[in-house]
């Protein structure tokens, strides 16, 4: 048996060694330490004067932080706040945010990087990451070949053409690829230095933004079609020549490009997409704890997926091989799942079909009987009231979707309905939990997508899970890096979901919440990377370990200031 072991880092409390001083060793947000330069390290690396006097603890700059952040007032403010902070003093931002989870989630991530990617061309003030543009299409290769970059062994990529539900941000969906890569750090625990966010900038659609004087995109319409095409398998062909063994995470691509480009790129490097099977393995790991919950198994829940793009999709495909998984037929899982496109049911003859939604659309037999509102499009009330729907869940970007009457006509069908407004930001939620309680007398299980305050209910406070990819990504990533996977198999998402559904509360008690506390979320990325690793193992893809554990929390980096020397450049 061959012993595979992650790429060695300094271990924690280890002395870091830089030739870097004064100004240059400051403005370093990966070796800044700010006020908490000893005496001897202000002595050796030229840095009296440059600080104030007090020789400071991290813990004592968390609370200064925390202070200054707990002084602002919008999310955004806070938002902008992290980000100027990841760019001064990266430890401390991580400290902070493995401090204070569950406050600080919501805004280096969704839904408070919605805003900020509206609004990143305000913000943007220090590189972070790579804009490669579509006017250095031949440049890429030279780009990535700075040695800056040699530790890099991760990278989440996006166009900037579909940020959550907000649709087109052009430059400013570099937001997203920084935000997923400092949550692979905070909550996975993957060294920064091995992360790299990249924004392929092929031009932006969005008018708003073309016409934004501080736009700091490439002015320009959105390359399609065949040079678009090109340009993407330029950068994917550069970063398998500089790192050939790299992990590479699609974010935020639309509709039309998401699902081909993993369909063409999963099989030749290891990559996956985290609104696909990101979205599926959260969202089924969350599913399987609540259908615990109620008592009746999976295969005879009937599930409406309002929202059919790549999200739903890929939903759909992983909640299939769970119904397999427990004894049904693929057309048997199908024909308990009801699909629908912004127009309506995805049936025989509906408008809007894609070529990717095929495998969902409905016979009209199916249909035969039942009681329709109107002739037209068959809508989610004629779906809910016919079939019977247990299962609800929503990627549709569509505000309110979820009526009361829908509502209230499911929960006629179950005792205990199951609900997933899973549009972010909260702008876009299907309906408010609080509401979808009120109207099933508190009996719904409700998740969202963005986080929600608890409800009372008759006296009953339930806390609502936020169904986020957060709980899935970071920990799928550290499994594969640290048992070097050479692909992403479907296994290997389902052992993350099931993994996460494993560790519900709700397992132990039907009206507890349906997912750990995020307050937990380090410790639940090393349970799932653990599960991820050993099914890379299982599946072919990875050679085998002694302890995976072992090796994780051997890669493993905690947030942490460490003793400095100093050493001649070039030594």
């Known amino acids: 048996m061959s012993t595979n072991s992650p790429v060695p880092k300094p271990a924690n409390g280890s002395v870091v060694r830089t030739a870097r001083s004064g100004f240059d060793l400051l403005l370093n947000p990966a070796l800044n330490k700010g006020t908490a330069f000893t005496e001897a390290e202000r002595d050796v690396f030229a840095l009296h004067g440059l600080l104030p006097p007090h020789i400071g603890t991290l813990e004592d700059q968390r609370e200064r932080r925390k202070r200054a952040f707990d002084g602002l007032t919008t999310p955004f403010a806070k938002y902008a706040f992290m980000r100027e902070l990841q760019d001064t003093t990266e430890t401390l931002f991580y400290s902070l945010i493995a401090h204070y989870t569950e406050e600080l989630l919501p805004i280096v991530y969704t839904p408070a990087v919605g805003e900020g990617c509206q609004r990143f061309s305000e913000i943007w003030r220090k590189p972070r990451g790579l804009f490669l543009s579509y006017t250095n299409k031949d440049r890429i290769a030279q780009i990535l070949a700075h040695p800056r970059y040699d530790q890099i062994r991760c990278i989440v990529v996006s166009d900037g053409e579909r940020i959550l539900g907000l649709g087109d941000q052009g430059a400013g969906g570099m937001g997203i690829p920084i935000g997923k890569m400092a949550l692979y750090t905070a909550l996975g625990g993957i060294p920064p230095d091995h992360c790299l966010p990249v924004l392929l900038d092929v031009g932006t659609d969005n008018e708003a933004l073309l016409n934004e004087p501080i736009y700091i995109g490439w002015r320009h319409k959105r390359i399609r079609g065949q040079q678009y095409d090109d340009f993407v398998e330029a950068f994917v062909s550069a970063a398998e020549r500089r790192w050939p063994h790299i992990l590479l995470q699609w974010e935020d691509f639309a509709g039309v490009n998401a699902a081909r480009l993993l369909d063409r790129y999963r099989d030749r490097l290891c990559t996956f997409n985290d609104d696909i ?210 692909r992403v198999t479907d296994n290997m998402i389902m052992a993350a979901a099931k993994t996460l559904a494993s560790l519900s509360p709700a397992r132990q008690n039907a009206d507890a919440p349906l997912l750990p506390p995020i307050a937990d979320s380090r410790k639940t990325g090393m349970i799932v990377g653990e599960s991820v690793a050993k099914q890379a193992i299982a599946d072919g893809v990875a050679d085998a370990m002694d302890d995976a554990r072992a090796s994780l929390e051997a890669y493993v980096w905690e947030p942490v200031y460490r003793p400095y020397e100093r050493v001649e450049s070039g030594s």
């Open 277 to 486: 099977q990101g979205t599926a393995a959260v969202t089924t790991a969350t599913l399987l704890a609540a259908v615990d919950a109620t008592g009746i198994p999976l295969r005879e829940q009937t599930i409406a997926m309002f929202g059919a793009g790549s999200a739903g999709i890929g939903i759909i495909g992983l909640l299939i091989a769970a119904m397999k998984e427990e004894g049904l037929s693929e057309a048997d899982a199908r024909r308990r799942i009801y699909a629908f496109n912004r127009y309506g049911l995805l049936v025989e003859g509906a408008e809007g079909i894609r070529e990717s939604q095929r495998l969902l659309v409905r016979k009209r037999e199916d249909l035969a009987g039942w009681k329709l509102s109107g002739s037209g499009a068959i809508s989610l009330l004629d779906v809910v009231r016919n079939a019977g729907i247990t299962v609800l869940a929503g990627v549709s970007a569509q505000a309110g979707a979820f009526t009361e009457e829908v509502v209230r006509e499911m929960a006629k069908h179950t005792k205990r309905p199951v609900i997933f407004p899973l549009s972010n930001p909260t702008s876009k939620s299907e309906a408010a939990p609080a509401d979808l309680l009120r109207w099933t007398n508190g009996r719904a299980l409700v998740g969202t997508g963005s986080p929600f305050a608890p409800v009372e209910i008759n006296g009953t406070k339930h806390r609502i899970a936020q169904i986020n990819n957060s709980y899935i990504f970071p920990g799928l990533a550290l499994g594969i890096l640290v048992a070097r996977a050479r």
